[in-house]
């Protein structure tokens, strides 16, 4: 499994992240992952480890292209990044992650796939919303401010 703990659990092929994304990696995932890991440890009394998703946190530009993509997704940290998120047993997890998502993270954007959450900044604060794996908006995520 990706550690949310090793920062090479966020680069996707592998060969190391630049340097500003790195920065944009620690802060806008890794910190907030692992407060969502220790909240759902401390809410649910059970240690459920949370993941990167096949190392999906980062991917360049050129590697999205070489994919059949666009090379505009938020993976390639034109902004804040995007991260694919899993833990353990996800199916039967799946409503313990959102909920910790919704309540420590700042994402904006949380996609439901099979077997993991994809989380981004993409929408304004008071625009986030939970995505079904279609991109159809299914649940305002209502935060204070």
């Known amino acids: ?59 360049s530009v050129e590697w999205e292209k070489s994919k059949g993509r666009s090379g505009y997704s938020e993976h390639t940290y034109n902004f804040l990044g995007a991260c694919d998120i899993t833990c353990d ?17 700042r994402y904006t954007r949380l996609a439901i796939y099979n077997g993991f959450i994809h989380g981004d900044y993409k929408n304004a604060q008071n625009d986030a919303y939970v995505y079904n794996s279609k991109w159809v908006r299914q649940t305002h995520i209502k935060r204070e401010a």
């Open 1 to 59: 499994m990706n550690s949310i703990h090793n920062i090479n659990s966020y680069d996707i092929k592998g060969d190391g992240l630049p340097s500003k994304v790195e920065t944009v990696a620690y802060v806008a995932h890794m910190a907030p992952l692992k407060l969502v890991e220790q909240w759902i440890k401390e809410k649910y009394k059970c240690d459920i480890k949370i993941y990167v998703s096949l190392k999906s946190s980062y991917r």
């Open 89 to 105: 047993n996800f199916k039967e997890n799946q409503g313990i992650l959102l909920e910790a998502l919704i309540a420590v993270t």
